[in-house]
Each structure stands twice: as structure tokens, then as C-alpha cells.
């Protein structure tokens, strides 16, 4: 990974485009006080304009997309930096060491076709540290490897070992105060950066919480009620027992595997319901399973539904972000499973969704559009993990930790097969379609 250092100076604005970026400055005030105001134009790209970051990564996606056509046996590289282009940050991955030292190459290339200096690097691998120091035609350059506290477009990152966590010292700063307030719950919760859902079992319960102070019409500044206040304390406790939880920043232990599967759980309590995804790498006699993201919702203050409206909703949620997953993962998926623990969800998602309410159809239908029906299938309640989400179990335990971050015990064992069976419909006479 690497840090383009600020470019927005770099690029000149078109000459007939200046005087739309007009401004006002009395020139030479540090020396004389009562210097006159004289009008300017800019020249360049100014940093204080809100345009000012899309037209960086513009200008910089347009400089990619030339030197496709400069090097066009790197094509598919610079597409994918250009792709997975994030404000100044360019991360890669390579599959070998000379396929590392041929980019790292590459990238110094291009980036001084540009005069984009890449000063700040990143890597969990001695060995392409100093790789980056021989290729580098800087005279200083600023590499990390073993940091425990750095940071992954913002996620944190411990170098050392590779692997990626949360950063908690901020949230807990933030909520242990001595009067806990409705306040200093949000200013937790915000404080908490986890876009992989990895603690989402944890940030569910202070949402549920969150949710019962606004039913109860508790103030921003008031003292929270006792049984909530207890909540609270649970909720802090918990951030401080997963302060050090941490998962392989790679998906996979092997880039070319006879096998890629992607399992996705859902699961809903009357409180809340969510999903977590994982990949299965199946290599020759050998099957491995890895956390890739998960997701949880709070159920709604307006309305209450039943338990099986729930579980249609965590489904949804599930197909919505195993879409996303596969539409962005750059590894061939050879098949998608889809669990659920309700068997009447698991018989909606495979009927045709005009015998069921518009509530149940609509959603059934939007499932359909994301994912296939027959890939759906049921799972038990003990072997589904999105049921450590949606009732916010601690997941520091081993045994609920374990099944968190690698699912059901059977998903590693190179001999399970899934077998294809039509569920039987389960009637819910509450849904059927009354027309």
C-alpha cells in the first residue's frame, strides 16, 4: 500500500476556466499593513475548493487510463489500481515476489510520468520493504511494516501479523464517563470505525440501547435510567473484552485454489437482525473458512412484526451484501449458499412470491433479483453464526468467537457436500395472498 503525497496543486486549471476562481488578497500585508486589495486567479487546483478531492482522483484516473495505452501488457494492473483508487491511497496485491518487485516498478513509473511522488509506503513484508527501498528513485522513503496501530483506509492494521482489528481507545474514552448520558452513548458509538461489521454483535446492543432512550424520551444530557445505565456498563465492558480482536487481512490462504465458495448466514430475534458472509477455499485434501464481513439492524421503532417478517429482512439484508461482496472480490466464486434457520423464510424465498401478502412478495422478489432460489437452504439455530448478531452475544469466548470469525465447524471439513433438497412449503396462513 501506498500514499500519493498532495496533488491537487499539480494539475493547471484550463485558461479560460480561471476566472471563475477569482480571489481577493492584499499582497505584500506582512511587510505593509495597509497594502492595497488586489483581484487574483488561480492557477492551479486549490485545496480548499469542494470540488477540489473528485477532480484529484479524476486527474489521476485520467493519467491511469493514458498509461494503459503506454504500457499496454500492464493494463489489467493499472486498471485495478485505478479502481481500488481511494483519495490518495493505492492499495495492491501481487502473487509472488517478482510479480511484487514488477509493479512496485511499474507504479514508480508512472508516478513519475506524473510527478506524483510516492513517498509513504506500507507492507506487512519485510522482504518488499526492501524491495520498495532499491526501487525507490526518492532520496528518503517512508516505509512501515510492523506497526500494531496502523491504518487500512482506516481501518486499523497490525502489520506484523497481517491481520486487521478496531480501534477501540477513542469509543471507550468517549463512553466511560461518570454520569453516562444519551450523549456520550452516540459519541461512543461514532467513535467506533468497523465497516467489515467485525464487533457487530457488540455495536448492535448499544444501538438497541440507543433505540430504548428514544422511546423513553430520555434527554440528550440526562442521567439514564438504572436498568438502562446497566446496559450501558454491559456495553462498555464488552467494547473492552474484544479490544484486541483481530482477523487475516487476506480472504484467502491460497490465490489459486481448486475451489472459492461464499456463505452467507442470516438470522433475526424481535430486537434486531443481521448476516456475516465467509469464504471457503477448498485447496487439494484441505478446506479453510475466513471472515469477510457482517451487518446488523436494529428492527424498527414503528412497527412490530413477527419473528418470520424478521427473518425475511435479515435475508434480505444477506442477499443485498453477498451481492456487493461478489460484485467487488476479484476471486472467481464457483457457488453461493445462502442459510437461514427459519424454515418458513426458506419456504417464501423458494415459492412464487404472488401466493404470499405484498409485504412478504415484494421482499421475496427483491431477493430473487440478488440472488439464485435454490441456493438458499436451512440451517440449525446452534450451527448459525448471524445468530451471534442479532441477539448481540459477547463474542470473546472462545467457543462463540470461533464460530463468529470462521462459522460452523462442518464448513472446514474438506468432506461436507451441500445436499439439494426442495424445502416443503411451510404454511403461514398470515402472509397468503387474500386475492
Known amino acids: 500500500m501506498t500514499d500519493l503525497l498532495p496533488n491537487v496543486i499539480k494539475f493547471e486549471i484550463e485558461e479560460s476556466d480561471r476566472t471563475f476562481l477569482r480571489f481577493l488578497w492584499p499582497l505584500g500585508i506582512s511587510r505593509n499593513p495597509a497594502a492595497p486589495i488586489k483581484e487574483f486567479w488561480t492557477r492551479v487546483l486549490d485545496f480548499g475548493l469542494i470540488c477540489s478531492p473528485w477532480l484529484h482522483i479524476k486527474g489521476v484516473r485520467y493519467h491511469l487510463e493514458r498509461c494503459k495505452r503506454q504500457f499496454p501488457d500492464n493494463a489489467p494492473f493499472i486498471e485495478e489500481v485505478s479502481e481500488d483508487l481511494y483519495m490518495d491511497d493505492v492499495s495492491f496485491q501481487a502473487d509472488s515476489f517478482p510479480d511484487a518487485e514488477r509493479k512496485i516498478g511499474l507504479l514508480f513509473k508512472i508516478s513519475g510520468l506524473a510527478k506524483f511522488p510516492l513517498r509513504k509506503w506500507a507492507t506487512s ?71 467489515l461489521g467485525l464487533l457487530a454483535p457488540v455495536s448492535v446492543r448499544a444501538k438497541s440501547v440507543f433505540q430504548k432512550l428514544w422511546r423513553l424520551g430520555v434527554d440528550w444530557d440526562e442521567t439514564l435510567p438504572e436498568e438502562i445505565n446497566l446496559e450501558y456498563e454491559t456495553f462498555v465492558g464488552l467494547l473492552r473484552n474484544n479490544s484486541l480482536t483481530s482477523i487475516p487481512r487476506c480472504i484467502t490462504g491460497q490465490f489459486s485454489a481448486d475451489r472459492y465458495e461464499l456463505h ?50 435479515g435475508a434480505l439484508l444477506t442477499a443485498k451484501i453477498a451481492d456487493q461482496v461478489t460484485r467487488s472480490i476479484k476471486l472467481r466464486i464457483d ?101
Open 125 to 195: 513484508d519485510a522482504r518488499i520493504a526492501e524491495m520498495i527501498r532499491t526501487l525507490s528513485p526518492l532520496e528518503s522513503t517512508e516505509i512501515t511494516t510492523d506497526k500494531a496501530d496502523a491504518k487500512f483506509l482506516g481501518v486499523k492494521w497490525i502489520q506484523g501479523n497481517d491481520e486487521i482489528g478496531v480501534s477501540m481507545d477513542k469509543a471507550v474514552a468517549a463512553l466511560a464517563v461518570e454520569s453516562p448520558t444519551k450523549r456520550s452513548l452516540l459519541k461512543g458509538l461514532a467513535a467506533i470505525f468497523d465497516p
Open 264 to 313: 452467507a448466514f442470516s438470522d433475526a430475534s424481535m430486537d434486531a437482525y443481521g448476516c456475516v458472509i465467509y469464504m471457503r477455499t477448498i485447496f487439494q485434501r484441505t478446506a479453510e473458512t475466513r471472515f469477510l464481513i457482517a451487518e446488523a439492524r436494529v428492527a424498527p421503532n414503528k412497527c412490530k412484526w413477527s419473528i418470520h417478517r424478521y427473518e425475511l429482512m
Open 335 to 435: 457457488k453461493g449458499f445462502f442459510w437461514c434457520d427459519n424454515m418458513a423464510c426458506v419456504s417464501w424465498i423458494h415459492s412464487d412470491p404472488n401466493r404470499w401478502s405484498a409485504f412478504v412478495a415484494n421482499r421475496v422478489r427483491d431477493i430473487h433479483k440478488l440472488s439464485d432460489a435454490s441456493d438458499w437452504r436451512y440451517v440449525k439455530s446452534e450451527d448459525n453464526p448471524a445468530d451471534i448478531v442479532s441477539r448481540g452475544l459477547d463474542i470473546s469466548t472462545l467457543p462463540t468467537k470461533q464460530l463468529w470469525f470462521r462459522g460452523p465447524a462442518w464448513l472446514s471439513n474438506i468432506d461436507w457436500e451441500a445436499h439439494t433438497t426442495d424445502p416443503q412449503i411451510e404454511e403461514t396462513s398470515e402472509e397468503k395472498n387474500s386475492v
